[in-house]
């Protein structure tokens, strides 16, 4: 079971509060979208869901165990928001990437070649990307880099999967291709994802369930019941937080 | 061959080809990490502590090696605070080691060819207690970059991933810090304090235009490098030149000559392409 559960997060830089008392859990197999306005804290969120910012106050739960303790079991595949950037001239191959995601997961997988060599073939023809495998990452559109960055998280078998931002930056159809992507994942191979996203209309589409934060935690729940919601009431949640 | 003959040019070889494979080894992670001037700063440090170890009675290398270890975890402990400003902490320690060792070599009477040979090495009169350090110190180098190797490489691409999956970043750059500062020192023997970064970036820089993945190229760098330490050596033999300028001339002429070949391939590839859309367009 990989149950996310956050109580009573908070967190602030210096005086300023970024999370206030968020409490959420997120149950296994679910497809959580993140959405709300710039500085609303979502990446922060992301963040300390993953283990990488300690909050001020308030605990995190993977699966029963506190996140510090979770964190190193391969249970978390995480997909960093802006990555393009630390692949521009990055000289490593598409393959080299992929059988990098193994170095994060199970260490038998690794160990034996042939295993290692069938785990990163099969996760480059999961993510599309099997065509670009001598290609060099750096070289590669926006798109392709984030569904390399995917297949490198997925060669961990991870039963939690936490994106920022995956289509910041691509094109419209690129982006379609990564929510497909994400839909595909979450359906057939049970992994639960969080998602932060700007683009609130297609992350709702795709996602089980929304949490729209604005520092504190404006909603949670369905996705239909987001949607169901009236326009304008979603507009004050989601520029207002009230 | 005459040049073979002479013990102090077999010393010569075996120590720079030594140095040759570790430096672009450790070069290879320091240009993707874009601390490519790490290896220039902690040459000023190894030069302080060469001057420093002299006064102080050390042997100069433990000296210098004592103070660049203790300069490159100083590099990453302001590297961690300040991960914004990053180079501008490399920078302070840059001219720290600088100012130092103009203090220390006025303080001590260290005899001018000594600190000349410090500077811009000194190849041709490497001892076998040399070579053996060498030996070691690359051996080290070489078996902490295999175990290392994937985590280095995943850390060089994104520390924030190798951190989700419980990896000990902390514990590891501060690793390849001060293996830095070890390829640093051993370089220093061979082509100078003033030259040691250049033997660690100039040949991944080579290797970098081959377009190849991160083991090839890494490889690549490696030939690149362990063949300007050959025809360095070589040509600074026949020519009486000085052997560490020499070394990395022939490294910046390796890195020329591919450019210009990779310059004509794109020119070749692009002319191929007007003339099939061209004959498209018939």
Not at chain 1, 41 to 67: E, F, H, Y
Not at chain 2, 73 to 100: C, K, N, P, Q, S
């Amino acid at each position: 079971m990989c149950e996310v559960k956050l109580s009573d997060i908070h967190f602030s830089y210096n005086t300023n509060v970024a999370i206030d008392n968020i409490s959420l859990t997120i149950s296994q197999g679910d497809f959580v979208a993140v959405v709300g306005p710039n500085g609303a804290g979502k990446s922060t969120m992301l963040k300390i869901i993953a283990g990488l910012i300690k909050p001020t106050r308030g605990q995190v739960q993977i699966g029963g165990k506190d996140i510090f303790t979770a964190k190193g079991h391969g249970l978390i595949g995480y997909v960093p928001q802006n990555y393009g950037k630390n692949a521009q001239g990055f000289p490593a191959t598409v393959k080299e990437v992929v059988a990098l995601g193994l170095t994060l997961g199970a260490v038998a997988a690794k160990k034996n070649h042939q295993a290692a060599n069938h785990i990163t073939n099969h996760m480059m023809e999961l993510v599309g990307v099997e065509q670009l495998r001598d290609r060099r990452i750096g070289e590669l559109s926006g798109g392709q880099q984030q569904r390399v960055m995917v297949a490198m998280a997925l060669a961990a078998n991870p039963q939690l999967l936490l994106l920022d931002e995956p289509t910041s930056g691509i094109d419209y159809e690129a982006s379609a291709r990564i929510y497909e992507l994400l839909g595909t994942l979450n359906k057939n191979l049970g992994i639960t994802i969080v998602m932060v996203s700007h683009d609130i209309e297609k992350a709702v589409s795709w996602a089980n369930k929304v949490a729209c934060i604005n520092r504190k935690l404006c909603f949670f729940g369905s996705s239909k019941e987001f949607d169901d919601t009236h326009a304008q009431a979603r507009h004050l949640w989601y520029y207002t937080g009230q | 061959m005459e040049f073979f003959q002479y013990d102090f040019i077999q010393r010569a070889l075996l120590a720079g080809l030594i140095t040759g494979i570790v430096c672009p080894l450790i070069g290879s992670f320091v240009v993707v990490r874009r601390q490519s001037l790490i290896g220039d700063g902690l040459g000023h440090i190894a030069f302080a502590g060469v001057t420093g170890g002299y006064m102080v009675g050390l042997y100069p290398v433990v000296g210098a090696l004592i103070l660049t270890i203790a300069g490159a975890v100083g590099i990453e402990l302001v590297r961690r605070r300040h991960t914004e400003f990053a180079d501008m902490g490399l920078a302070i320690f840059f001219y720290a080691g600088a100012a130092m060792a103009i203090i220390f070599s006025t303080m001590t009477r260290m005899p001018s060819t000594g600190l000349l040979s410090f500077l811009f090495g000194s190849i041709i009169t490497v001892s076998l207690t040399d070579v053996i350090t060498i030996a070691g110190a690359g051996t080290l180098v070489l078996v902490i970059v295999y175990f290392l190797f994937d985590k280095l490489m995943l850390m060089s691409l994104d520390e924030d991933i190798a951190n989700v999956a419980g990896i000990n970043t902390g514990m590891i750059n501060m690793l390849f810090s001060i293996l830095t500062a070890l390829v640093v020192v051993v370089g220093m023997t061979i082509v100078g304090i003033l030259l040691v970064s250049a033997l660690m970036i100039v040949p991944v820089a080579t290797a970098h235009l081959l377009r190849v993945g991160f083991k090839a190229t890494m490889g690549w760098a490696v030939i690149f490098s362990m063949l300007s330490v050959f025809i360095g050596l070589t040509s600074s033999f026949y020519l009486d030149i000085a052997p560490g300028g020499t070394i990395v001339m022939t490294a910046i002429l390796l890195y020329i000559i591919m450019t210009i070949i990779r310059q004509c391939i794109a020119f070749k590839e692009r002319r191929k392409e007007q003339i099939l859309s061209s004959f498209g367009d018939e």
